[in-house]
């Protein structure tokens, strides 16, 4: 399947240090999203990354993608305890505008 | 401008029972997607509308589902006989006309537990 699986299953960190998230899928892709979920409530929409992009920047957020990998990672830089959520990527197959989600990373920020 | 909202937050129900969700999207949204995500595991896919049509609805798990989204407004999601593996948190989630395999906007979610 198309599905992206993120890693590490589970992050955590001190405030004010940085969090790397990655994902990798299976198949060719139009592009890769990254979404962030908090405790209760629905994802967030975060970056969007298309096939032909390489790297996205979003404030303090990082998104490279390698296709030739069929990777993607997500920087948080200077993490704050607000940051902490689960975070998902979300990858649409060449010919499909379905996103297909993974199981996500759990990041959790220490004050 | 409201967000996506979803109706009831949790629902507990017995094995048997029928449960209807239901999910108002963003005003304007044509595009409505209903998503599962099983405890522990991934997000699925279970439908997408656009307007009142059926898009694609290969997701859906088996014909105990039943989607709707009468004039293409808000859409329900009912569940006839439920089983116990339907518990999950049922997101959700609208985008624009035209804006489809972008950014999404997704509801807070419906938790169904099925004893």
């Known amino acids: 399947s198309q599905q992206g699986e993120e890693d590490p299953q589970a992050l955590s960190i001190q405030e004010g240090e940085n969090a790397t998230m990655n994902c990798s899928y299976k198949?060719?892709?139009?592009?890769l999203q990254w979404y962030r979920q908090n405790s209760g409530r629905g994802l967030v929409h975060l970056i969007l990354?298309?096939?032909?992009?390489r790297e996205k920047h979003s404030g303090r957020l990082r998104v490279t993608l390698d296709t030739s990998k069929k990777s993607s990672s997500l920087l948080i830089t200077a993490s704050r305890a607000a940051d902490t959520a689960s975070y998902f990527c979300?990858?649409?197959?060449?010919?499909?505008?379905?996103?297909?989600f993974g199981r996500g990373t759990s990041l959790i920020v220490h004050p | 401008e409201a967000g996506v909202t979803q109706f009831p937050s949790h629902s507990v129900i017995e094995k048997g029972q029928t449960v209807t969700l239901r999910c108002d999207p963003i005003?304007?949204?044509?595009?409505l997607y209903w998503y599962r995500r099983v405890m522990g595991k991934e997000i699925k896919f279970l439908l997408h509308?656009?307007?009142?049509?059926?898009?694609?609805e290969s997701g859906m798990p088996n014909n105990r589902f039943l989607a709707e989204r009468t004039g293409g407004t808000y859409s329900t999601l009912k569940v006839q006989p439920a089983e116990l593996e339907d518990s999950g948190v049922y997101f959700c989630?609208?985008?624009?006309?035209?804006?489809?395999?972008?950014?999404?906007?997704f509801g807070p979610g419906t938790r169904l537990t099925v004893l």
């Open positions: 979300a990858t649409a197959a060449e010919g499909s505008y379905i996103p297909t």
């Open positions: 509308f656009v307007k009142e049509s059926k898009q694609d």
């Open positions: 989630a609208s985008s624009p006309a035209g804006l489809v395999g972008g950014e999404q906007f």
């Open positions: 198949t060719s892709i139009n592009n």
């Open positions: 990354i298309r096939s032909n992009e």
């Open positions: 005003s304007g949204h044509d595009n």
